[in-house]
């Protein structure tokens, strides 16, 4: 679904899924592809959109949760586009490989590898997106911030009226203080959370972080 020039958003399919973001440009990238399980209905969404999946250039997660990333390797033989992760990422992908298979109890990601490491953004023509760590969710969490469209990917660091879940392997609720602190800052008029709906109107997205803080940081942090 077009929710911007050159931006698209793919809800999250069912259980243990997540949102799927779409940003065209000279390059085009695909953000958290999600499970595998789903890859197939999502790639036919994307397409009704009219980006084949030949036209992926980029994979990017926000983190190496299974729902977010689970997909990654399937997308890549499909699409024949790079993966690009974070340094974070690059240092835990195959720790948090293992920590999934002991959490849930079966093996629910392919292994893939980095094609790309990110260094502090990545162009992919007018738009940059700069790369920004923030850990608290998990140790190799990054958000991905349009300035030019005043966007940020957030992943699971903060939703409508909740922020991600630090009771996760390697989670730490004082980093993810932090980082909603960090990313609060930023001029956003279009927050793209990695669950649930998207948040739209600079306003809207300030009134959130408020409530966050109201809310979370005093009850929980």
Avoid at 12 to 31: C, H, M, P, R, S
Avoid at 49 to 59: F, M, Q, R, S
Avoid at 134 to 149: E, L, R, V, W
Wanted: aromatic residues 10%.
């Amino acid at each position: 679904m077009r929710i911007k020039e050159g931006v698209y958003w793919y809800k999250e399919q069912g259980f243990f899924d997540a949102n799927t973001y779409v940003i065209k440009d000279e390059l085009t990238v695909l953000i958290d592809p999600g499970l595998e399980n789903y890859l197939g209905r999502r790639l036919k969404e994307v397409q009704a959109d009219g980006t084949d999946p030949k036209d992926i250039d980029v994979i990017l997660v926000t983190h190496l949760h299974p729902d977010h990333c689970g997909a990654a390797a399937g997308l890549k033989e499909v699409s024949g586009a790079q993966v690009a992760l974070h340094p974070s990422q690059r240092e835990y992908l195959d720790i948090m490989a293992e920590e999934a298979v002991k959490f849930f109890g079966f093996d629910i990601t392919r292994k893939f590898s980095a094609d790309l490491v990110l260094g502090e953004g990545l162009s992919l023509g007018k738009t940059y997106l700069e790369v920004l760590h923030t850990p608290g969710h998990s140790p190799c969490s990054i958000c991905f911030y349009a300035g030019d469209k005043k966007i940020l990917i957030g992943g699971d660091l903060v939703f409508e009226q909740g922020v991600g879940r630090t009771d996760l392997p390697f989670g730490n609720t004082e980093e993810l203080k932090t980082s909603i602190e960090t990313v609060s800052t930023l001029d956003t008029e279009l927050l793209l959370p990695g669950h649930g709906a998207i948040l739209e109107g600079r306003n809207k997205v300030k009134r959130n972080y408020e409530f966050i803080k109201e809310v979370y940081f005093k009850a929980f942090f």
